[in-house]
C-alpha cells in the first residue's frame, strides 16, 4: 500500500538498508529472547520487499517478458542455496575468533554490511514508474509507456484510487485473489525442501559435510531447469497457468516416489527432480498472476500481488512441520504430504487458467 503512492526506488533501497542494519545487529544476541526479536523486526523489514519486486517487474515489462525477469529475482534464492552454505562456511571459518569474536557472529556482521552496502547504492540504478522515471527523457518514458498499452497493461498511477484499506479489503473479499494465492501456497510451501535439504540428504547415507556439500547439486538443477523454461513459457504467456500445472504434477510424481522408494541414489535424484519442479514454476506462476492482474489499476495489483505473495509465504509455517526427526530416514509424512499437496495444487491451477480466460480481472471488488 505504501509502494503504490511513493518512489519505489527510495522504498525498496530504504527495506534493504534496514534489514541489512538489522541483520548485522543479530551478531551482538545473547539471549533467546533477543534473538526473536530481532528476527521479527528483520521479518518486518524483509517482508515488504518481495512485494515491491513483484509490483515493479509487472510494472514496467510486458506480459512476455514476465517469466524471465521474475526468475531473475528468484535465482538469487536458487543460487544461495547452492553456494550460500559454502561461502558461510568459509567466512565462520575463517574470521572464527578475530577480535574475540565467534565466526558465526562474523557472519551476521559480513553479510549485514554487505546488505547495507547494496541498498545504499540502490537508489542510484533503481527506477521508479515509466509515468515518471527521472533517469529517463519524456521521449523514453513514452516509449516505455506505448509497450505497456500494447499489452493492455495498466501504468498510471492516477486511475480511480479507492484508498488502502478499501483495496485491501477489496482483496481479501475476492475470489480471484484466493484462486491465485492457495495453488501458490503449495509451491512455497515444498520450497520447506530447502531448510530440510541437508537433514534429508544425511538420511541417505551421507556425514554430516558431505551432506552439506550435497545440497548444491538440488539448486545447481533447478537453476537449469527453470532457466530455459522460464524463456519458453514467455514465448507462449496465455498458457502458464497449463504449464504450472505440469510443472506441479511432476513435482508431485516424484515427491510420492520419494515416498515409496528408500534406496539412496533414487531418493537422491527425486529430491533434484522435485527441487527442479518446485522452483521452476515458482517464476511462471508468478508470472501468471501477474498477467492476470496486470489489466487493474497499479494500486490495486501491488495490494494484490502483495497478498498474494504473504498468503503464499504462510504455506512455511506448517512446512516446518513435516520433517520431525522422529520420521527419519523414510521421513513418509513430509513426501506424502507434497504428494498430495503438489497434486492439488496442479488441480487449481488449470482451473484458474480456465476461469481466467473466460472472465478476465478488470477490477477487484
Not at 522504498?11 to 538498508?17: A, N, R
Not at 529472547?33 to 509490483?55: C, K
Not at 515444498?190 to 551421507?206: D, E, H, I, N
Not at 527441487?275 to 501491488?302: C, H, K, M, Y
Request: net charge positive.
Amino acid at each position: 500500500m505504501i509502494l503504490s503512492r511513493t518512489r519505489p526506488s527510495i522504498y525498496v533501497s530504504t527495506l534493504v538498508v534496514l534489514w541489512g542494519a538489522v541483520a548485522a545487529s543479530m551478531a551482538a544476541v545473547q539471549t533467546p529472547t533477543q534473538l526473536i526479536l530481532i528476527r521479527f523486526v528483520l521479518g518486518v523489514f524483509e517482508a515488504g520487499f518481495s512485494p515491491a519486486v513483484l509490483f515493479m517487474i509487472s510494472t514496467w515489462y510486458r506480459k512476455s517478458e514476465h517469466s524471465k525477469r521474475f526468475l531473475c529475482y528468484l535465482s538469487a534464492g536458487i543460487l544461495s542455496g547452492a553456494f550460500g552454505g559454502i561461502i558461510a562456511g568459509a567466512i565462520s571459518a575463517g574470521l572464527d575468533g578475530t577480535h574475540g569474536i565467534a565466526g558465526w557472529r562474523w557472519l551476521f556482521i559480513v553479510e549485514g554490511i554487505l546488505t547495507v552496502s547494496v541498498g545504499l547504492m540502490a537508489p542510484f540504478f533503481l527506477l521508479d514508474y515509466p509515468t515518471n522515471c527521472r533517469k529517463f527523457t519524456p521521449a523514453e518514458r513514452e516509449i516505455a509507456c506505448a509497450r505497456l498499452r500494447a499489452d493492455n497493461i495498466s501504468h498510471t498511477a492516477e486511475n480511480g484510487r479507492v484508498g488502502h484499506w478499501r483495496t485491501l479489503w477489496n482483496c481479501i473479499m475476492s475470489w480471484r485473489i484466493w484462486l491465485l494465492a492457495i495453488p501458490y501456497m503449495s509451491v512455497i510451501g515444498a520450497f520447506s525442501f530447502s531448510y530440510f535439504y541437508p537433514m534429508l540428504v544425511k538420511g541417505l547415507g551421507y556425514t554430516d559435510v558431505t551432506a552439506q556439500f550435497m545440497t548444491a547439486p538440488l539448486y545447481v538443477v533447478a537453476f537449469v531447469v527453470a532457466l530455459p523454461t522460464a524463456v519458453l513459457v514467455d514465448k507462449a504467456p496465455a498458457y502458464r497457468g497449463l504449464v504450472c500445472c505440469g510443472l506441479l504434477c511432476f513435482g508431485s510424481l516424484f515427491a510420492g516416489l520419494a515416498a515409496g522408494i528408500l534406496a539412496y541414489t533414487p531418493r537422491y535424484v527425486f529430491l533434484c527432480f522435485i527441487t527442479a519442479a518446485v522452483w521452476t514454476t515458482s517464476p511462471v506462476a508468478l508470472g501468471f498472476a501477474s498477467d492476470i492482474l496486470s489489466n487493474i489499476d497499479p494500486e490495486q495489483r501491488a495490494v494484490a500481488l502483495a497478498l498474494i505473495n504473504s498468503m503464499a509465504n504462510s504455506a512455511t509455517i506448517y512446512a516446518s512441520l513435516l520433517y520431525p526427526s522422529t520420521d527419519a530416514p523414510a521421513y513418509l509424512k513430509g513426501f506424502v504430504t507434497w504428494t498430495v499437496l503438489l497434486a492439488f495444487g496442479a488441480t487449481l491451477y488449470v482451473v484458474a487458467w480456465v476461469l481466467f480466460r473466460r472472465h478476465p480481472v478488470r477490477k477487484i471488488v
